[in-house]
């Protein structure tokens, strides 16, 4: 599903499962996961993943600001590749 091609490209990436709980706002009541990357000793990247307890492909995704381009990309080209299989254009970021 999309949560384990999300998860197994984050942790290619460098990135770590650092915390997961239920989700809030707009992901209220979801399983949601944190991920950070250390850029430096007090700096993280971070990822944010809720996924709908109903529908594992459906998530959720924050990105905190300094998150690479590259990395949101990748994520963004996963969470639509339903859509580019059905012949539609993805919408990556």
């Keep these: 599903m999309?949560?384990?091609q999300i998860d197994a490209a984050l942790n290619k990436a460098g990135f770590q499962l650092v915390k997961?709980?239920?989700?809030?706002?707009?992901?209220e009541g979801w399983p949601s996961y944190l991920y950070q990357k250390g850029i430096s000793e007090r700096v993280f990247q971070t990822i944010q993943v809720?996924?709908?307890?109903?529908?594992?492909?459906?998530?959720h995704l924050c990105f905190s600001l300094n998150v690479p381009?590259?990395?949101?990309?990748l994520i963004y080209?996963?969470?639509?590749?339903?859509?580019v299989e059905n012949g539609m254009k993805a919408d990556i970021r």
Excluded: H, L, Q
């Excluded at 997961?20 to 992901?27: E, L, Q, R």
């Excluded at 080209?77 to 859509?83: L, Q, S, V, Y």
């Design 2 to 4: 999309k949560f384990e």
């Design 20 to 27: 997961d709980g239920i989700g809030f706002g707009v992901a």
């Design 50 to 59: 809720a996924v709908s307890p109903k529908d594992a492909n459906i998530v």
């Design 69 to 73: 381009v590259s990395v949101r990309d």
């Design 77 to 83: 080209a996963i969470t639509n590749e339903e859509n």
